[in-house]
């Protein structure tokens, strides 16, 4: 891994649980993580429930686009997280590679949508513990 460790998130629709899972780890780590979401099948925009859900922790995600899953993003990334993509993912030797099964938020309400983000944030958090152990303690 390199000083500044790359992640991928992907989800199928890269709409709504890899965008809040970015989000958090962008908010979190700032500078010191470059962050990278994409979907095998992306959506043209991102849940507005998601994006809503995001609001409520001060973190704006309304300006996301989903974008396509290429070899070159998996490539690029030291950590790649997927979230119900299944085969979609090619694998490469020397990667970390971890499956996060979270509930889909798509035609979710913002109730059903907040234990899925609260959840997205914990996995995050213990990630960036992980990455970055003297983020910890920041």
Request: hydrophobic residues 40%.
């Amino acid at each position: 891994m390199t000083d500044k460790p790359t992640v991928l998130f992907v989800c199928v629709h890269n709409a709504g649980r890899s965008q809040m899972a970015a989000g958090y780890l962008r908010a979190l780590a700032g500078d010191d993580v470059e962050v990278l979401s994409a979907g095998s099948a992306p959506k043209e925009v991102i849940n507005p429930v998601a994006i809503d859900a995001m609001g409520e922790e001060g973190i704006d995600i309304a300006g996301n686009t989903p974008k396509v899953l290429t070899v070159d993003a998996v490539k690029e990334s030291d950590v790649v997280i997927t979230m119900g993509c299944g085969d979609a993912c090619p694998i490469f030797p020397g990667k970390r590679y971890e499956d996060w099964e979270l509930d889909d938020p798509a035609g979710q309400g913002i109730e059903a949508v907040r234990p899925i983000r609260d959840e997205i944030r914990a996995r995050v958090e213990r990630l960036l513990a992980e990455l970055l152990p003297a983020h910890g303690g920041e």
